[in-house]
């Protein structure tokens, strides 16, 4: 069962947040992968409202370490089959969430995909999405952090970020 989890909470009175990068590297959203299981990826992507001051990166990578977010509750970790369970990638400022206070110091990662973000609108475009290939989407074992990083550093944007995964094993 696919799950989507966007980096604010899930809108109910008013559209999906767009929330601000800041002016050094941040993460805007983050998976924790339970004790028993992983996930996969399916897809992944970001919009931006305006470009950033200088050109910049949004990345997706694991990590080992966990960055200080805000939590997600369970209602932001969505099913997409209305008829599915919760997802066990609970919420926790240690956990699944949004918008880092705190980086952490991540000593072993793997990248996934890194963007340029072009500081001249249109150049390379305000938004993006990608899917991975059945035999092509990379799995991010138990108890590990798959991260959105945003790093624009010279002007502080707003990105709305989201992540579609299944949860095997």
Known sequence: MPFIVWNGPAPTTIAQQSVTT???IKTMLQ???PS???IQLLEWGWSSDDPPGADGVIELLQTDVAATVTAHV???IQNLDPNG???LCV???GLTGYTASAEGT???TRTFDAVSLSSVSGESGLQYVRQWMPDARPI???SKFLRVRATTATTAIDLRTWIVFQEVG
Do not use: D, L, M, N
């Open 31 to 33: 998976v924790a992968t």
């Open 91 to 93: 919420g926790g400022t």
């Open 22 to 24: 800041g002016t050094a």
């Open 140 to 142: 991010i074992p138990i």
């Open 85 to 87: 369970v919760a997802s």
């Open 36 to 38: 028993t299981r992983q």
């Open 106 to 108: 991540p000593t072993a």
């Open 74 to 76: 369970a209602a932001g």
